[in-house]
């Protein structure tokens, strides 16, 4: 049996939204959140019903998730939430160790307005979180703020390579969901970024970058290989 969708509103998403693109969001927020299992067969007459949708626009997300790789077809078996490959994650975290140092270090060079008060805006947003037990919305704005300097260092296609891998990163963190010591760690980290960005000393904080993303990097290595014993 597939997993129960959840129910998110359509006012979530913009009036000119097509269907297909609602019932992209709707079944990729599904998956991202853990709602909709690694390996749950998804059925296309149940999915109309829960999304009040013809075929159409559900079979055009279904094509639109296969490309992206939260979705994978098996023949005469039917279409399945893809498995998340620990390998492919480690992968990409190690491409990140060497983009992200090197795009926060052109934002700060480029001197963009703002980004320390969105930066440290967003810290307070996670601590905030954390205290509240909010681990779902810790994890939303930890990736935010990585977005933020990303968005701020005008590299567009860098910009949309990484904003196509961050959605998956994004799923697997939210396996880790109620690890507060792995949360504490990952604000300390964001605010030793901060302040180095704050110095406007751009070694310093591609330095700071650099360990965060090696250290989660190994957090899940370490996590995978404990899951394995």
Known sequence: MPNK????????????????????????????????KPNAILIENQLC??????????RNAFSMLLSDGFLHYIKNKGIFVSVINISDII??????????????????RKNKPNIYEQLKNNIESCEKAINNNNNEKFIEQDFEFH??????????????????????LLRFSFTTVGDIERARKSV???????????????????????E??????????????????
């Not at 019903?49 to 559900?58: G, Q």
């Open 5 to 36: 969708i959840i129910d998110i509103k359509n006012n979530d998403f913009k009036n000119e939204d097509s269907k297909t693109v609602v019932a992209y969001n709707i079944i990729k927020q599904n998956i991202i959140r853990n709602k909709l």
């Open 49 to 58: 019903e829960s999304l009040k949708m013809s075929r159409t626009p559900i």
């Open 91 to 108: 992968e990409i975290y190690s491409i990140r160790s060497v983009l992200d140092p090197f795009i926060i270090g052109e934002c700060l």
């Open 147 to 168: 977005k933020i300097y990303m968005f701020g260092s005008d590299y567009k296609i860098l910009n949309s390579f990484l904003n196509s891998i961050m959605d998956q």
């Open 188 to 210: 300390a980290q964001h605010r030793k970024i901060l302040e180095a960005y704050g110095q406007k000393d751009i070694e310093k904080v591609k330095d700071c970058a650099r």
């Open 212 to 229: 965060h993303i090696e250290d989660i990097k190994q957090y899940y290595i370490y996590r995978n290989i404990n899951n394995l014993l």
